[in-house]
């Protein structure tokens, strides 16, 4: 059987295992060396290289998984998105970003990038044209975020990534919130497809990584750069990585069959005034979702009813976690104006249309019941 003929699954389980020919062990055996042979040997290996044996064998799973033709791993997302930007771009150079993008990435943009003479600009909307608005003469690359955070609004990929192929601008993609499970932005036409891998690829909240999939001539232009930053992840934890990445497909369809079923119940509480999620038919991505991915994800956000404590509202949960990260087995809640989004100011908040009561859900792998219950006993203290 054809290697990229294998199911999604069977690439989670076993594409990029590494064989234990010494015992023949079941599992990928984890390779901890510092220091490797140099004399006749093909390829120099060292941790930094980013090609020690756990780390180029679990970058074919990854990259299996995108479509791509390779993958790097890296220490946490931050580090494989600045190495990215900062890999393509030069003084002089121009950039396209969507309006709401991951706050850590916006940061990064707005505290150093007019120190190394990058210019950015961030779009006005979602729609291509939104993006096409932003183009200069001197804008190399155009980069988005789809389902968006926190209010999992859609960009039309294939839109844009047909727009900067037009223009000769490399298009990236921070394809964390889907995973290659529900969308495969390569197949959209995107270039570079990145990952805080601290998410769904760990999934059980203990592994910080990222990863970036793409081209075989991208990947060796982000590893020039990348060799000298050092962001690479330690073995044993890509080893823990390659574990999680088993179970990253049955996971991330049970998460998002729940977030479907929780998304329906939500909608039809009075304490909820608005549910954000593109398997909603009211959402206004609903026909976008249907075309460029595979069902709708396991994350929703909801605001809640004029008038009430979302602040208490989270402490009064007892099964669901108040917690700043996201998309692990476990469910979390989180409030954007205190967390991910503090750090806008409250009118450009209001511009993106992040109330102060909107909460942010990453559904876990609990039965609907249980959630649904915690919700309603939190929903019953602060309503009386
Ligand atoms: C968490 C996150 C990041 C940053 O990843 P870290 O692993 O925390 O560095 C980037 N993009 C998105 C969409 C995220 O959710």
Redesign the pocket.
Known sequence: MSKNKLGENTICTHTGELEDKTFKGAVSPIYMSTSYEFMDVEIGRYPRYFNTPNQEYLAKKIAALEHAEAAMIFT???AV?STTLLAFLNSGDHLVLQNDI?G??RNLIEAHFDRYNIEYSFTNGLHVDDFEACIKPNTKLIYL?SPS?PLLKLVDIEAVAKLAKSKNMISII?N??ATPIIQKPIDLGIDIVLH?A??YFGGHSDI?A?AVATTQEHIDTIWTLAKNLGGNLSDFTVWMLERSMKTLSIRVKAQQKNAKKMAKILNKNEAISKVYYPGLKSHPDYKLAKKQMKGFGAMLSFDLAEGLDAELFLKSLKLIKPSMS?AGVESTMILPALTSHALLSPEDRAVQGIKDGLIRFSVGLEEVDDLINDIKQALKVIIS
Do not use: A, H, P, W
């Open positions: 946490s997302g931050m998105i991951y850590g990435t975020e955070n921070d964390t919130f805080s601290t998410k910080s990222g996201l």
